[in-house]
């Protein structure tokens, strides 16, 4: 299921008898929408039951939210398409819905406005980020999750300055910022945090290393995705 009936182009899915195409996916009616913001809701429910302190919701790299917020994906009409406050909505009702459950200061939002991973694009990002920060920020979340970047390389722009301007709680960086540039984003009231995720992975250690200037390990990203210890838990502490 999709906002729209495009199929993603360029990646293939991992299945037990090998890669192959994604399929064409069918178009989520208006109606069926109510039910996948109840599905986050229950989410929100269990993680709470089960002793969780927040919820971020995920709304990045391809997965269905940020399919509707982008509008090289989302190519519907309705009250769930066209404009980017309409392509906003089901983003939005999912966060107010996880928000009723355990509080807006508790959730956190993800969010990769220029990723291209999984074929996804949007004719003007940061007109796309601007609208989501400003109505984020109105919910008082307990903070949002940006990835600055594309993995690929097809789509560029400054997207943090937009974000850092229209969301006045807390604003996480993210991707590819070494300890020095995540310390002086900070610094400088760019960010209120850094998070750190393939550096992680390479340095199991990473606290430490930042700590006490020590140079990283590079990640190998021909293993990310693979089976077995390879890539994961092979990587060496200092020492």
Partial sequence: MAPSAVAIRGFEVHTPNG?????VPRELRDDELPGIVAAFRTAAVNAKAAGFDGVEVHGANGYLLDQFLRDGSNQRSGSYGGSIAN??????EV???VSGVIGAERVGVRLSPLNSYNDMRDSNPVALIEHVAKELSQRRIGYLHMMRGDFLGQQTGDVMTPARAHFRGVLVGNMGYTPAEASQAIASSKLDAVAFGT???ANPDLPKRIATNAPLTAPNPATFYTPG?????DYPSLG
């Avoid at 890669?19 to 399929?23: G, I, T």
């Fill in 87 to 92: 392509r906003a909505r089901l983003l939005l």
């Fill in 19 to 23: 890669k192959v195409a994604h399929v």
């Fill in 229 to 233: 210890p390879v890539g994961y838990t």
């Fill in 95 to 97: 966060v107010d819905a």
């Fill in 199 to 201: 550096s992680f992975l």
